[in-house]
Structure formats: structure tokens, C-alpha cells
């Protein structure tokens, strides 16, 4: 049993600061959209409600992000249509990946939240869809993971932690996302930092962040792994005790120490963003490309992303094509490392 795991600006014009977008050049105006909207293109996309793929269950980072999206997508009205949410939760996204690449084909009403999770759990779940199946449209932030205890842990620190782990791996057990996701394999860096065998690791996999975060709450497990924006709800309220987190430095007020710290020389960032399904045509992924630079300036996105301790990271076109590509190979280098895969 691997890890001893339990499944338990390109537009040319963009938004001013008052909110406006000044259309020009491209499309025709509908007069029943948003005095706002993006001109459609000239097939007339969008022409319906628009719904998002949330691939876990409520509670997480992707169904956080694409609640957020809905929310500033629907108040700029850039999209001159209503934004809907739908949960497809299980198996690190790849159930909602499957759903988009099979059901949704050449239909971009349907677009998906994805992230660096979806490569390692495609791999790890022998997926037989992929992200190189669809049309990425943008990445959108980047989040660093957090480990946290329960609030009335034993754990006051991370080197306390660490060192039951390095003494007995299999009593401290470990809540995260799905199997061969970015918690499981910052666990996997952890253990191999620490000198522990990552085959000792005593990993209990949950469906999305919510969940782990019921178990960490609940005392049902010795620590938890999240992004720090998933879980800064339950750090700021006292439900969790933060021990460290996964970025090269600390964030900007934080008080959270870095693994680098504690001498643990881990750093991973998580990504998440934006996919629409195959035979979606390269106007349309031009367009919401656009759409969601746009949305990304605006002054509501930019305080999420503040909110939520998120870093900006938008990419598109090409230079995301080469990112993906990049991605997969690091994801899998990294799965290697810690047994996950072969």
C-alpha cells in the first residue's frame, strides 16, 4: 500500500478602475447583456448560462475557486451570461475530468477548475482522460500548503512533530486530499526531508480539503495538510494551529514559519486554473482567455486573491501549453521520488 494511504493583459482594452469595459473592434453588442460584456465572437459564443466544474466535493480549494470566479464573473458581468457551479467530486478531480472530456466535448458552455493535484492524481488513479485531453484557457494563482494540527494538539511546533515522526512514522497520521494529490506528496517530501521512508507514511486521503479539515478539527488525525487559503477560516477562528507552510519565505504578516526553518529544505506551490473540454475551437479559447484577464484586474478578483493569501500567476496561450508540459514532468519526478508511482 503506497505511502500506507487509507481513501477514507491580453485585451486591448480591459476594466478601468470604476468597473467599466469599453468593447471595441470585435463582435456585436447584445442588448440584453451587462452594459459591460464582452462582445461575443462572431459565432455568437456565449450564447447560454455558462456552468464551471468544481471536480471535488464543497469545502475545497477548487470548489472555493470556482465559487469565487461565479461571484466576480457574475458582478463585473463580463461574460454578459449567468455563471453557474456544479460539484464533480472524487479521485483528485479526475471523475470531473472525465466528465468534461466525455460529455462536454466541442461544448464550452462547460468549462473546469483545474490544477497541479489533477496531474498527480491522473497518474496515480491510472486516469484514462488527461489534462493534455482539453484546452487549457488559463492558470489563474498560485496557493503554498500549510501543515496544521488540531487546535488543543500536543504539537507546538513543527520540529515537536517531526520528531515523534522521525522516531515512530506510522503513529502520526496525516489528513490531505486525494491519494497522489499535492498534500500527499508534500507529505512524501516531508518523510524523505525528515530521513523517514515514505513508504512508512501514514497518509488518510479525503475527497477534498473540507473533509480533511473535519478531521483535523475533530481530532480524528495528528496533523493535516491544505492550502493556506482553504484553511485560513479555521486558523483565524481557532479551530486549527498552524505549523508551518510550504513557501521559500514567509507570507506577507504572517507568523507562520516556513519548513525551510526548521531545516526541512521543502518548497511546493500549488496552482489552480482554468480548462475548457476538447474540440473547443481556438477563438473561443482566445476569447475566455481575455475574459478572464479581465476579470483578474478587477478590483474584486485582486482582494480575493489578497483575502485568500493567493498569488497572482495568469498564464495563458502558449506559454501555458509549455508550463503543462513542464508540469507533467515534475509532477511525475516527484511521485517517483516518494513511491507513489513506478
Known amino acids: 500500500m503506497l505511502f500506507g494511504v487509507r481513501r477514507a493583459h491580453t485585451l486591448a482594452t480591459t476594466l478601468l478602475a470604476t468597473g467599466l469595459y469599453l468593447a471595441v473592434g470585435c463582435g456585436?453588442?447584445?442588448?440584453?447583456?451587462?452594459?459591460?460584456?464582452?462582445?461575443?465572437?462572431?459565432?455568437?459564443?456565449?450564447?447560454?448560462?455558462?456552468?464551471?466544474?468544481?471536480?471535488?466535493?464543497?469545502?475545497?480549494?477548487?470548489?472555493?475557486?470556482?465559487?469565487?470566479?461565479?461571484?466576480?464573473?457574475?458582478?463585473?458581468?463580463?461574460?454578459?451570461?449567468?455563471?453557474?457551479?456544479?460539484?464533480?467530486?472524487?479521485?483528485?478531480?479526475?471523475?470531473?475530468?472525465?466528465?468534461?472530456?466525455?460529455?462536454?466535448?466541442?461544448?464550452?458552455?462547460?468549462?473546469?477548475?483545474?490544477?497541479?493535484?489533477?496531474?498527480?492524481?491522473?497518474?496515480?488513479?491510472?486516469?484514462?482522460?488527461?489534462?493534455?485531453?482539453?484546452?487549457?484557457?488559463?492558470?489563474?494563482?498560485?496557493?503554498?500548503?500549510?501543515?496544521?494540527?488540531?487546535?488543543?494538539?500536543?504539537?507546538?511546533?513543527?520540529?515537536?512533530?517531526?520528531?515523534?515522526?522521525?522516531?515512530?512514522?506510522?503513529?502520526?497520521?496525516?489528513?490531505g486530499g486525494s491519494a497522489g494529490g499535492i498534500d500527499h506528496m508534500l507529505v512524501g517530501l516531508l518523510a524523505l526531508a525528515a530521513g523517514v521512508d515514505p513508504a512508512r507514511v501514514n497518509y488518510v486521503a479525503h475527497a477534498g480539503g473540507g473533509e480533511a479539515a473535519v478531521a483535523v478539527i475533530g481530532g480524528h488525525v495528528s496533523a493535516g495538510v491544505s492550502g493556506v487559503g482553504e484553511w485560513k477560516g479555521f486558523v483565524d477562528t481557532g479551530r486549527m494551529r498552524p505549523l508551518a507552510i510550504s513557501a521559500a519565505e514567509r507570507l506577507s504578516d504572517s507568523e507562520t514559519p516556513t519548513f525551510r526553518e526548521y531545516g526541512l529544505d521543502v518548497v511546493l506551490a500549488n496552482w489552480r486554473g482554468v480548462l475548457a473540454p476538447p474540440d473547443t475551437d481556438s477563438m473561443t479559447r482566445a476569447w475566455l482567455a481575455d475574459a478572464l484577464d479581465a476579470m483578474r484586474d478587477s478590483p474584486a478578483w485582486q482582494q480575493i486573491l489578497t483575502d485568500n493569501e493567493w498569488e497572482d500567476s495568469f498564464l495563458s496561450g502558449a506559454p501555458l501549453d509549455e508550463f503543462l508540459a513542464d508540469e507533467r514532468a515534475t509532477a511525475d519526478q516527484v511521485l517517483r521520488s516518494v513511491g507513489l508511482v513506478r
Open 28 to 175: 456585436s453588442a447584445d442588448s440584453s447583456a451587462p452594459a459591460n460584456a464582452l462582445p461575443r465572437t462572431e459565432a455568437g459564443y456565449p450564447n447560454g448560462p455558462i456552468t464551471v466544474i468544481a471536480p471535488a466535493n464543497p469545502g475545497g480549494g477548487w470548489d472555493q475557486t470556482a465559487r469565487q470566479l461565479q461571484q466576480v464573473l457574475r458582478d463585473t458581468g463580463l461574460l454578459g451570461v449567468p455563471v453557474e457551479v456544479v460539484n464533480r467530486g472524487g479521485a483528485g478531480g479526475t471523475i470531473g475530468l472525465a466528465d468534461l472530456v466525455s460529455r462536454h466535448r466541442g461544448n464550452p458552455q462547460t468549462l473546469m477548475v483545474f490544477g497541479q493535484v489533477m496531474l498527480g492524481a491522473v497518474r496515480t488513479n491510472n486516469s484514462p482522460v488527461s489534462v493534455a485531453d482539453t484546452v487549457p484557457i488559463a492558470r489563474l494563482l498560485n496557493e503554498y500548503e500549510m501543515v496544521a494540527v488540531p487546535a488543543d494538539s500536543p504539537f507546538d511546533t513543527l520540529d515537536a512533530l517531526i520528531e515523534v515522526f522521525r522516531a515512530a512514522p506510522e503513529s502520526i497520521s496525516w489528513a
